[in-house]
């Protein structure tokens, strides 16, 4: 086996793999849409489950990725892991979405805490960041911060409109 050299830096390669699509090509334009898009993916899991649904300029979507997966009432959520498939998809904007095994939609302190600080690192790297939706369970309810007028008020949460 080769030995390592002092000042060796190794090399690496980051990319994007692509997984089945489940979705259409229509652009999402509200939270109804969005959840069109991905509740049938998020309300399977029986544990919590943190995404971002990445999208074009013109509102369509690039790709869902799935950044957390937590347990029945929680997940860890980083920027990082948010902003990774952004940046590596080109978004120009994103959703975030979560669901909540328990049936309740109703966002947790955790949720409105995480939700301001995606929106702020959204701004500083100029991706807007256009909702934060949680699924309630299996049916399906959901709650739209942006709706419900709790989602922050930054530059880079100019509604939906294109």
Do not use: Q
Not at 75 to 81: G, K
Not at 120 to 137: K, N, S, Y
């Amino acid at each position: 086996m080769p030995r390592k050299k002092e000042n060796e830096i190794k090399v690496v390669n980051i990319r994007l793999v692509r997984e089945p699509s489940f979705y259409g090509d229509e652009p999402v334009s509200s939270p109804d849409d969005a959840l069109r898009v991905v509740a049938d993916e998020l309300k399977g899991y029986d544990r919590e489950v943190f995404a971002v649904l990445n999208l074009k300029t013109n509102g369509k979507p690039i790709n869902l990725n799935i950044c957390s997966v937590g347990t029945l009432d929680a997940s860890l959520v980083s920027p990082r892991e948010v902003f990774k498939s952004c940046i590596l998809s080109n978004a120009a904007a994103f959703i975030a979405i979560h669901n909540h095994p328990s049936g309740s939609n109703a966002p947790s302190k955790e949720d409105i805490a995480i939700t301001e600080r995606l929106a702020d690192c959204a701004r500083m790297m100029d991706i807007r960041m256009l909702d934060h939706i949680i699924v309630a369970g299996e049916t399906g309810e959901l709650f739209s911060f942006k709706s419900e007028g709790m989602f922050p008020k930054t530059k880079a949460a100019k509604g939906w409109e294109r």
